[in-house]
């Protein structure tokens, strides 16, 4: 896919007009705005991260623009407590935010959802359905059919789907095989941990 949308965007996020300075071009008093601006990076809209801020220093009567560097000391340290308000707003780094949350959010999901396995196959019941990963990344289902202290014999469906939400299709009685597989807790929970095991049926 062609990402045509990105690029860089400059906007102006604080704005502060000085009442008592003087405009070092048209000499009016409280005239001229102390403005930041940040200059952000986007993709598709979405602000990724800052890279650049400065202050312009503008006067609304003559419309003298001035970078910090172009005023006099005097007017530097007159400026001062009007720029100290440094912290860039939080919106403009989202997409970077975004990459550091959303991988953690998942891996608190999902071992979350691995912790509660882990605690049902120590409650497991004859019949018990589980879904789970195949060796060619499809998907299918395996029962628990006898249960022997941590001894468990096992049988599997026959068929497997590509999406995990199609297993439904093929979990009938007929598709299951005759052939009971040695098993164990043990081994159960080791699929679990590997996410070889997707879900455990109530
Ligand atoms: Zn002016």
């Excluded at 200059?39 to 602000?47: H, S, T, V």
């Excluded at 403009?92 to 608190?108: D, E, W």
């Excluded at 396995?117 to 789970?132: A, H, R, S, T, Y």
Aim: glycine share 2%.
């Amino acid at each position: 896919m062609f990402i045509y949308n990105y690029g860089s965007a400059p906007i102006k996020y604080d704005s502060k007009r000085p009442k008592n300075i003087t405009c070092h071009n048209c000499k009016e008093k409280g005239q001229t705005f102390v403005n930041r601006y940040l200059k952000y990076f986007y993709i598709l809209y979405i602000p990724i991260f800052t890279y650049k801020y400065w202050t312009k220093y503008e006067c609304v009567r003559c419309k003298f623009s001035a970078n910090e560097k172009d005023l006099t000391k005097e007017l530097q340290e007159a400026y001062r407590p009007y720029k100290k308000k440094k912290i860039l707003p939080i919106w403009t780094f989202s997409g970077l935010l975004a990459l550091i949350i959303i991988p953690l959010a998942y891996n608190i999901f999902t071992s979350n959802g691995n912790q509660r396995m882990l605690n049902q196959v120590d409650f497991l019941e004859i019949n018990q359905k589980f879904d789970f990963k195949t060796e060619s990344d499809n998907y299918s289902i395996f029962k628990v059919v006898n249960i022997n202290t941590n001894k468990l014999g096992i049988i599997y469906n026959k068929l497997e789907v590509k999406s995990k939400d199609n297993l439904v299709e093929i979990d009938s009685k007929n598709n299951y095989s005759d052939d009971t597989i040695a098993s164990s807790i043990a081994e159960l929970k080791n699929w679990i941990e590997e996410d070889k095991i997707i879900y455990i049926y109530k």
